[in-house]
């Protein structure tokens, strides 16, 4: 269960600022050029980081990607969620996951998905996530589960 939540100030960021945290954070072994995913610069593929004190301390990045299986849905992928060390268990990845759902949800989207780690389930379920599947293992970063959420769209 995520803690209290602090006033999060999060805003649009570029991709390349996502490319830099995801980087140190999740990736540190490969260079920041390789860590670009699909859809980084689609048009609307929503890159938001949380800051505090002016220092960008966690990212989320959104964008369309069909969920495996289901093509018929309008779905989302949340992809490289990163919060450095000192920043994490403030809430700021639950308000991350909260401005993706909005956006996703804005633009009529119906799902958002992601592969999360497992290690991170409970932040997941909390947000409303649910495993799709069972556990597996990803070269290199370990144990993770496929896991969705549905979003009611906004009319527009």
Not at 50 to 61: C, G, H, Q
Not at 123 to 142: C, K, N, Q, S
Request: charged share 25%; glycine share 8%; net charge positive.
């Amino acid at each position: 269960m995520p803690r209290a939540e602090r006033a999060a100030d999060i805003r649009l960021i570029s991709v390349s600022e996502a490319r830099q945290l995801r980087h140190s954070v999740l990736r540190p072994h490969q260079q920041p050029e390789e860590l670009v995913f699909r859809g980084d610069d689609a048009p609307d593929t929503l890159h938001v980081g949380a800051f505090e004190n002016d220092k960008l301390v966690a990212i989320a990045s959104v964008a369309r990607e069909e969920f495996p299986g289901e093509p018929h849905l309008d779905a989302w992928r949340l992809r490289g969620m990163a919060t450095l060390p000192e920043a994490r268990r403030q809430g700021y990845g639950a308000a991350l996951v909260r401005a993706c759902v909005a956006h996703v949800a804005a633009r009529g989207g119906n799902l958002i998905w992601c592969y999360g780690r497992t290690s991170a389930l409970p932040f997941y379920r909390a947000l409303g996530f649910r495993e799709h599947g069972g556990e597996f293992d990803m070269p290199v970063t370990g144990p993770h589960f496929v896991l969705r959420r549905e979003v009611q769209p906004n009319n527009r």
